[in-house]
C-alpha cells in the first residue's frame, strides 16, 4: 500500500507555480521521497527524489519539511505540458522494495 | 536513444489466446519491472527482475510467465487470455543498488492490451 496522501486534484495557471503537497507521516529514516508523473498514455516518468534536504533539478524543485513528514514538489513554471498524474512515492534505494504508486494528483494546467 | 523500448503498442487478441509482449533497455540497468495499469488507471507492480533472477511476483495469475533471456531484457507471456487482463502493460528498468546519479526508474511506453 502507499505511503503518501496525495490531493487528488489541483489546477494550476499556466505560467504559476504548481506546488503539489503530499503527507508522509511514517516515512522511516532510510526512505527517500520520489516523485514520479505520469501524462496522459505515456509511462511514468521520474521527476526528482530526496531524502532530507531540498532538491532542485531542470524539472522541478523538491522541499522537505524539516521532520520529514511532508513535502512538495515545485514546478516554478507550469506549462500546459505540465498537465499530469504526480506520485509521490516513499521508499529504500537498497534491496528488493519496488516503487508502489498511489493515486496520486491529476494537476491540470490551465491556459 | 538510451531507453525502455516495449513491443508491441497495441495489442488486440480474442479471450483464451496466448500473446507476449517484448521489453529491452539499453541503460545498463540490472533490474527489470513488469507493471500493470487497469482502466481505474492504477498502477500495480506484477515482477521484478534483477540480473536474470524473479526477485519479486506479485500474486499474479500462473497464466502470466515473464522470461529474461539477459538482464536487458523482460518479456511477458501471457496464456489463455481473458478479458479482465486488458490493461497497459509497462516495462520499467533501475539500478538495484544505489548506483548512478539517481536509483529511480525508467519506463516504457506502454504497451495496450486489450482482449475480446
Known amino acids: 500500500d502507499a505511503k503518501t496522501t496525495q490531493p487528488t486534484s489541483m489546477d494550476c495557471a499556466e505560467g504559476r507555480a504548481a506546488n503539489l503537497p503530499c503527507n508522509h507521516s511514517?516515512?522511516?529514516?532510510?526512505?527517500?521521497v520520489y516523485w514520479y508523473r505520469q501524462i496522459h498514455s505515456q509511462g511514468p516518468q521520474y521527476i526528482i527524489h530526496g531524502l532530507k534536504n531540498n532538491e532542485t533539478n531542470e524539472m522541478a524543485s523538491l522541499i522537505i519539511t524539516e521532520d520529514r513528514k511532508s513535502s512538495t514538489l515545485i514546478l516554478p513554471h507550469a506549462t500546459l505540458r505540465d498537465t499530469a498524474v504526480y506520485y509521490c512515492i516513499v521508499r529504500v534505494t537498497s534491496g528488493n522494495t519496488p516503487l508502489v504508486f498511489g493515486k496520486g494528483t491529476r494537476l491540470s494546467v490551465i491556459a | 536513444d538510451t531507453a525502455v523500448s516495449q513491443t508491441p503498442k497495441y495489442l488486440v487478441t480474442q479471450m483464451g489466446n496466448d500473446k507476449s509482449i517484448k521489453c529491452e533497455q539499453n541503460?545498463?540497468?540490472?533490474?527489470m519491472y513488469w507493471y500493470k495499469q487497469d482502466s481505474k488507471k492504477f498502477l500495480k507492480i506484477m515482477f521484478s527482475?534483477?540480473?536474470?533472477?524473479?526477485?519479486i511476483n506479485e500474486t499474479v495469475p500462473n497464466r502470466f510467465s515473464p522470461k529474461s533471456p539477459d538482464k536487458a531484457h523482460l518479456n511477458l507471456h501471457i496464456n489463455s487470455l481473458e478479458l479482465g487482463d486488458s490493461a497497459v502493460y509497462f516495462c520499467a528498468s533501475s539500478h538495484q543498488t544505489g548506483q548512478g546519479t539517481h536509483y529511480g526508474y525508467t519506463f516504457g511506453s506502454g504497451t495496450r492490451l486489450t482482449v475480446v
Open positions: 511514517t516515512i522511516s529514516g532510510n526512505e527517500y
Open positions: 541503460l545498463g540497468h540490472d533490474t
Open positions: 527482475y534483477n540480473n536474470k533472477e524473479l526477485i
